[in-house]
């Protein structure tokens, strides 16, 4: 899940599971071989970032000032799914970092850093640490939401989503609200309001709309609404210059549609961000196309990379990879379920069942009693569940 801009006073939480892992080391052939293109000094975000360096450099000191700078670099990570902002804003707020308590302003950052990183627990007790001094933080409560869903804990989500109501715009708190509902026993209710809601505040900020249509085509396609979907999913397309949430979870969409050639062109210009280098080797292996072996191996070298750092973020991404590109799916349900015991959205749970389904039915029980016991309602699931019930002899 992600979350837009509230206030110009807040930050832009990136997508929780799309931010892109870092490539492996690459040893150039030649002395001429370019092996990146850097963003142009014209380039107005690039500008942005010199103009809060420099205000920096006069009053290092000052956290809120590194605050606006982490917050853009945040920001960026957010749109370009590249990793090394969230580096360049840890770097900017270290000063403050290791700190038991430091400005209020510093706190969310760190909490937005470390949920970034799956680091939910400790995400938690920073964000409720800014809630005992600040009960009005409207950001902390956004994030604190989407770090319990996440995790699964839809009661604990819901009622952090209810203290936004006299903070923050009524959208934003009716898209949080609605879309717990969606995953937990409440879909079609949820969306019929969720749209509603959307209609009503037509006004809204481009941000606000971008996270709350993309939210929209996400239920329109659990509830087996694909055209509805595919509507959302344009509308958002279209608001502004999509971020890497958006695109991953069109791709995915367009994948479950049987439309890789679009996928292709969605993405071909965005595989720096390894999720969508996934979803792109993925629409290639689905036309048989001879461009899906270099695809593969460079996620090859890339989760490797991953490996050697000790980086687990991205689980999920890798099983799928296991599963899907190398037919490894022993492989694909260790990281599933490793992945499962920290995160429990819908594409975990996905992957987790299907990983299992190639597998190892009976791994699937636990996944599958908490699918039951939080009553969520998805129909690109019933393929798979209904698989594992053959092979489970039944059992649900």
């Keep these: 899940m992600h979350l837009p801009r509230l206030l110009s006073a807040l930050l832009i939480l990136p997508g929780l599971l799309m931010t892109a892992v870092q490539a492996a080391p690459f040893i150039p052939t030649n002395g001429k071989q370019v092996l990146e293109q850097l963003p142009a000094r014209t380039d107005p975000l690039q500008r942005e970032f010199a103009l809060l360096r420099k205000r920096l450099a006069e009053k ?53 850093i470390l949920q970034s990183t799956h680091q939910f627990p400790q995400a938690l007790l920073d964000l409720n640490s800014v809630l ?34 006299p903070l923050a715009p009524e959208l934003i708190t009716l898209t949080c609200l609605h879309n717990i509902g969606s995953l937990n026993g409440d879909a079609a209710s949820s969306y019929a309001a969720l749209s509603s809601a959307y209609t009503k505040y037509a006004d809204s900020d481009a941000g606000t709309k971008i996270w709350g249509s993309t939210l929209l085509a996400e239920m329109a396609a659990r509830l087996g609404n694909s055209k509805a979907a595919e509507n959302w999913y344009q509308q958002a397309l279209t608001l502004a210059s999509p971020d890497s949430y958006l695109l991953g979870s069109y791709a995915d969409f367009l994948l479950d549609q049987q439309r890789p050639g679009e996928v292709i062109t969605l993405l071909k210009s965005k595989t720096r961000n390894d999720a969508l280098l996934l979803r792109y080797a993925l629409a290639l292996q689905a036309q048989k196309s001879a461009a899906a072996a270099s695809q593969i191996m460079l996620l090859d070298q890339r989760f490797e990379a991953a490996m050697l750092r000790g980086d687990t ?21 260790k990281l599933a379920q490793l992945n499962w015991a920290i995160q429990k959205e819908t594409a975990d749970l996905r992957i987790l069942l299907e990983a ?41």
């Design 132 to 165: 005992k001094q600040d009960r009005d933080n409207a950001q902390a409560w956004l994030t604190r939401a989407t770090v319990l869903q996440v995790q699964g804990e839809f009661a604990q989500a819901r009622a952090s989503c209810m203290r936004l109501y």
């Design 356 to 396: 299992a389904a190639a597998q190892d039915p009976q791994a699937a029980i636990p996944a599958l009693a908490w699918l039951q016991q939080n009553k969520l309602e998805d129909k690109t699931l019933q393929a798979v569940i209904a698989k594992l019930n053959t092979r489970l002899g039944g059992r649900s």
């Design 60 to 112: 290092p000191d000052d956290p809120a000032i590194a605050s606006e700078l982490a917050m853009a670099y945040i920001h960026a990570s957010r749109n370009d799914g590249d990793p090394r902002y969230l580096g360049y804003a840890q770097a900017v707020l270290k000063p403050w970092w290791s700190l038991t308590n430091p400005p209020v302003s510093v706190l969310v950052l760190r909490a937005t």
């Design 313 to 333: 973020v991205h689980q999920r991404e890798q099983a799928r990879y296991e599963l899907q590109l190398k037919n490894r799916p022993a492989i694909a349900l």
